[in-house]
């Protein structure tokens, strides 16, 4: 697990990189849908965390907002690592230098999840889940989901 979380940790600070350096600039920006966009930052950023997953963990499943997108995407082997990726979540917020945005990047196997990582460049703030606080909200839901939604997000089944 140790090696999984320190790649996964080493791609989302280099997005976060990147960020950080160009959420002030002018965005190349593109409509996916009605409301739904994407900038040439969200698809550099996946590009970049992909080839770093691809590199250590070639075997790995990643399906990834943008690249997964016009994919028909089918349920992958129960015993294959998947990561899910959303390399700027709150694209429309980036795009309009409203620093309210983050990377997002979650490993599971079958139908669990092990561990995510979110992290907002602009305030230098990660918050992390393992497979033992998941485990832990199932026990403890008052306190630990508390602690889980004071942190940014949500964690449910």
Partial sequence: MEAFERVARAA???????????WR???TVEHKGAVDIVTDTDRAIEAAIIARLHHAFPDH?????????????TAPPSDRHV??????????????????FAVSLA???????LFGIVHDPVRDRV???????????????????????????YIGA
């Fill in 12 to 22: 989302v600070d280099e997005a976060s990189a990147m960020l950080q350096a160009t």
């Fill in 25 to 27: 600039d002018a965005k």
């Fill in 61 to 73: 499943v990643v399906i990834a907002e943008e690249s997964s997108e016009l994919s028909t995407l």
């Fill in 83 to 100: 990561w899910y990726l959303d390399p700027l979540d709150g694209t429309t917020n980036f795009a309009h230098a409203y620093p309210q």
């Fill in 107 to 113: 490993l599971g196997i079958g139908d669990q999840l």
């Fill in 127 to 153: 918050v992390g889940a393992a497979q033992r606080l998941l485990r832990a909200v199932g026990r403890h839901h008052h306190h630990d989901s508390f602690a889980v939604e004071h942190a940014g997000f």
